[in-house]
């Protein structure tokens, strides 16, 4: 499992945020941007994060370091402002946090990474069905020069037909993917070389390590899925599945 922490305050919303996360400090004296278990999206979004996340640094992109953070009741007492309270009180447990990058700022276009880079970003939002990097909504910071990857909540999103479908990998294989309001397509060289390249690293060994990491609390329960590890079995098939039929999905490159 990911590193678990517990927080030791509650600093600020984050305003921006659609999910309203917020910022907090946590007992390693680290800050932390914070994905709430309570917030509307529920705990699937945060298995999201992780999974796309820790594969996206498994194949070398730079994602601030995720955690597991535990929300305890004195947090949620002090708490001035009510809709955070509120907020914080439906969050007790066990939440995403995912390291504060101090100084960051929006990926605007100015700073854009190789044609390598770019490529192979759009190829894991393309093979993750991430809709959410887009020019309104980068989810891409810039820090010490390099872009770094975030907010990866959207990806994955069969798993939200599992409590009424259950899992079906090779509708997710076949489901393709519209790169036309990508934020890095016209930057982005060679898609299919990225794929070349990436896609034999995704060995069972490697989604296995990734699955693991996702706290079993999270992994919730769906017809013909009845234990976490069920669940993370799930997920490496629908990886494995959709990796193996590019030409769903697979983005034409620039070049
Ligand atoms: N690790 C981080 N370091 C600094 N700022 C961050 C970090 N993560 C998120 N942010 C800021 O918070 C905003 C919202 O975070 P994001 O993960 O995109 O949440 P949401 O799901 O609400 O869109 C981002 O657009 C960014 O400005
Ligand atoms: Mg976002």
Redo the contacts with the bound molecule.
């Keep these: 499992m990911l590193e678990q922490i517990t927080a030791t305050r509650y600093v600020t919303p984050?305003k921006?945020?659609?999910?309203?996360?917020g910022i907090i400090e946590a007992d390693d004296l680290g800050t932390y941007?914070l994905k709430f278990r309570g917030a509307g999206q529920g705990l699937k979004v945060l298995v999201a994060e992780v999974l796309v996340g820790e594969l996206a640094r498994a194949l070398g992109l730079a994602v601030?370091r995720l955690t597991v953070v535990d929300l305890q009741a004195p947090i949620a007492k002090y708490e001035a402002d009510e809709e955070v309270q509120d907020l914080l009180t439906a969050s007790l447990g066990l939440n995403l946090g995912?390291?504060?990058?101090p100084g960051?700022f929006?990926y605007d276009g100015s700073r854009p990474p190789s044609p390598e880079v770019a490529a192979q970003v759009l190829w894991l939002d393309a093979l993750t069905a991430n809709v959410d990097r887009t020019w309104s909504n980068p989810?891409l910071?810039v820090w010490h020069r390099e872009p770094w990857l975030?907010?990866h909540?959207a990806a994955l999103y069969f798993h939200h037909g599992w409590p009424s479908r259950g899992a079906n990998p090779e509708r997710f294989a076949a489901q393709p993917f519209d790169a036309s309001t990508h934020v890095l397509r016209d930057v982005a060289a060679d898609p299919a070389g990225a794929h070349e390249r990436l896609a034999p690293l995704l060995t069972p060994e490697l989604l296995d390590s990734v699955t693991a990491l996702v706290p079993d609390e999270w992994l919730e329960p769906a017809p013909g899925l009845d234990s976490p590890d069920a669940l993370r079995a799930a997920y490496r098939e629908h990886f494995q599945a959709r990796v193996a039929n590019p030409s769903a999905w697979l983005p034409g490159g620039a070049s």
Excluded at 16 to 21: A, F, I, M, T
Excluded at 98 to 101: A, E, K, N, R
Aim: charge should be negative.
């Design positions: 984050l921006e945020g659609g999910s309203l996360p941007v601030p995912i390291d504060f990058l960051s929006g989810n910071l975030i907010d909540g």
